[in-house]
């Protein structure tokens, strides 16, 4: 090889990694969601990045619920259940989708 080509293939690691550095994973995007909506009380800003977070891991249920669950305090309650559905599809056990539901259903009469 030559130093051309090493020095190439060593800047493209370098770049790999910083990327992955810098791009939160989506346990910190969930946090940062529940930051802005509990403590922000920005629900817009919660759900922007609770869908990201989702769009990096499509199996985490407990940002589906927590969608849900800003969707229910928004009284939208469509798209409230629309998450919670979709948790208790893939895992009818699921308690924390449960109870949101039936939050759901008690403020939606």
């Known amino acids: 090889m030559n130093k ?15 990327h992955a550095q810098t791009t939160p994973s989506s346990d910190e995007l969930f946090k940062n ?7 922000e009380k920005n629900y817009d800003k919660a759900r ?4 990201e977070a989702l769009e990096k891991s499509p199996a985490y249920g ?7 669950r800003l969707f229910t305090w ?7 259940q629309y998450h919670f559905t979709k948790v208790l599809n893939v895992n009818p ?4 989708a449960s109870i949101a539901y ?3 259903e008690y403020w939606n009469d």
């Open 4 to 18: 051309l080509t090493l020095i190439f293939v060593f800047l493209t690691s370098i770049s790999s990694w910083l």
């Open 33 to 39: 969601a529940r930051d802005a909506a509990f403590e």
């Open 48 to 51: 922007l990045l609770a869908y």
């Open 62 to 68: 407990d940002i589906d619920v927590f969608i849900g």
């Open 74 to 80: 928004e009284k939208n309650f469509d798209s409230a």
């Open 93 to 96: 056990a699921n308690e924390d």
């Open 102 to 104: 039936a939050d759901l």
